[in-house]
Antibody
Framework: EVQLVESGGGLVQPGGSLKLSCAASGFTFSGSAIHWVRQASGKGLEWVGHIRTKANNYATAYAASVKGRFTISRDDSKNTAYLQMNSLKIEDTAMYYC??????????WGQGTLVTVSS | DIQMTQTPSSLSASVGDRVTITCRASQSISSYLNWYQQKPGKAPKVLIYAASTLQTGVPSRFSGSGSGTDFTLTINSLQPEDFATYYCQQSYNTPLTFGPGTKVDIK
């Protein structure tokens, strides 16, 4: 069974940092790109960024709203992807999900981890 | 970026009704279209992927159709547990983009 489990969320002050993790199981993690998607309370879904595989040079891409502040990385030996969030703003408050979109079969999503940016 | 629109933004329906939600992409996305159901406080749940393939475990009253730019999610005989918000999403390229959602509530 495919599983994605996010962790690392919490309360942080504006300007602070937080690192989220996405632990994967049930599939060949090293062969799969991983995306991060967020959702503010009562709002829609917003793509944050993604990291591709080693075969694609671990290429990353980010939404304009987080570029330069957020960094996505991965450790294939630990089957884990990360979202490093720096210079956090109040508007970054959201539930953060990691997700995978395989070439065949349906997407997989984690249960999410909540990030609250507040003083 | 590919823009996704959904109509309607909300609808009221009764148990047993047939419900149709439309999703349109700003450019052709072939069949790279997924449909999700989301309930308050929960992660999005995959209903349909590749425009028309029913995710394992999803009731057969849900169906999807379309290709290119125009897609439809149909719920036949709406059940009490189907009252939720529905999103479409394109996975044709990055950034992944989502429709704004359609909230289905009880009439």
């Amino acid at each position: 069974e495919v599983q994605l489990v996010e962790s690392g969320g919490g309360l942080v002050q504006p300007g602070g940092s937080l690192k989220l993790s996405c632990a994967a199981s049930g599939f060949t993690f090293s062969g799969s790109a991983i995306h991060w998607v967020r959702q503010a309370s009562g709002k829609g879904l917003e793509w944050v960024g993604h990291i591709r595989t080693k075969a694609n040079n671990y290429a990353t891409a980010y939404a304009a709203s987080v570029k330069g502040r957020f960094t996505i990385s991965r450790d294939d030996s630990k089957n884990t992807a990360y979202l490093q969030m720096n210079s956090l703003k109040i508007e970054d408050t959201a539930m953060y999900y990691c997700t995978r979109h395989p070439g065949s079969g349906g997407p997989n999503w984690g249960q999410g981890t909540l990030v609250t940016v507040s003083s | 970026d590919i823009q996704m629109t959904q109509t309607p933004s909300s609808l009221s329906a009764s148990v047993g009704d047939r419900v149709t939600i439309t999703c349109r992409a700003s450019q052709s996305i072939s069949s790279y279209l997924n449909w999700y159901q989301q309930k308050p406080g929960k992660a999005p749940k995959v209903l349909i992927y590749a425009a028309s393939t029913l995710q394992t475990g999803v009731p057969s009253r849900f169906s999807g159709s379309g290709s290119g730019t125009d897609f439809t999610l149909t719920i036949n005989s709406l059940q009490p547990e189907d009252f939720a918000t529905y999103y479409c999403q394109q996975s044709y390229n990055t950034p992944l983009t989502f429709g704004p959602g359609t909230k289905v509530d009880i009439k």
